[in-house]
């Protein structure tokens, strides 16, 4: 076809119609500093407390436990840096999975590097991290667990309200990076335990470049330092449009969830009855979301597979990093199916919104027998 297909939308969603136009409205109409007590500042504050008192709704709780951050990778390092350099004294010992984003992998890294921190790392079996492994992996000295809410190579979900349930009794706090969940099901953090929880608005139609951290206390160190903003918790003029724009986009995406997912669902089933007669398989998890379809066809390198799809203008991703053009393999289905698993070098990714169509989807099945009946 000539019209560009994208199905990447794990690594980043376009825009919905209702933020950007939020957002051109407060570029247009909104000059003020957010700190100013002039009038100009004093609009734009009101505008800043609104937006933090929207988002505080849609989450279950109060505006004074959120705070607005970059993105998905400052709100990790803020709260796995903020808070175990704080209580090392009460222990220094952090569980996680092997199957993080790396902004928390690499985190947690640097602080057993430079600081002295231990970490065990949970492995999954049959492609499952469990709450009964967190369980076992706990110590007196552990002070933070940080597990993802849902996998961004897989979809595959984690059972995030039972560790929140386990950490109850345990001083740990538990940190999760609900990066790819955020919109797609419904979370409230109080409900289910968690102590701090990340969010990034360009993975659910917002901007790029702003996201969000709920805390539960501001019981965490600074990672910016200067300004009182953020209750003396980031320093910085707040990026005001964008924040408009991400409540706006989280609004509408929460307010449609149910039909989206349902939407979702139907998508995914009917690709895969389009490809049935191609040999493949999906790496999944017993629980997932539908959002995401990690699909493997044996014989077929994936770096070929990706590029013979650019070629026909339909984008997906290897669900790993790529660097200088070097597709890396992914710790995701290393950690899944061991680091000699041919699926390391067959699967791709292939990530939807509720924007795509069924005939979006007909187009990559048919694009994917071309090239793999060939």
Known sequence: ?????????????????????EMTKVMQETHGNPSSIHSHGRHAGKLLREARQDLAHLLGTKPQHIFFTSGGTESNNTAIIGYCLRHQERGKHIITTAIEHHSVLETIDYLVQHFGFEATIIQPVNQEITAQQIQEALRDDTILVSTMYANNETGSLLPIAEIGHILKNHPAAYHVDAVQAIGKVPIHPEELGIDFLSASAHKFHGPKGIGFLY???????????????????????????AIVGMVAALKEDLEQQAEHYQKLEGLKSAFLDEIADLEYYLNESQHQLP???NIGFPGQKNDLLLLRLDLEGISISTGSACTAGVVQTSHVLEAFYGPDSPRLKESVRISLSPLNTEEELKELAQTLKNIIGD
């Open 1 to 21: 076809g000539d019209s560009l297909i994208y199905l990447d939308n794990a690594a980043t969603t376009p825009m919905s119609a209702v933020a950007i136009a």
């Open 291 to 293: 959002y995401v379809a």
């Open 215 to 241: 805390a539960s206390s501001a019981d965490f160190d600074s990672y910016l330092h200067g300004g009182d903003q953020e209750q003396k918790k980031r320093a910085g003029t707040e990026n005001l449009a």
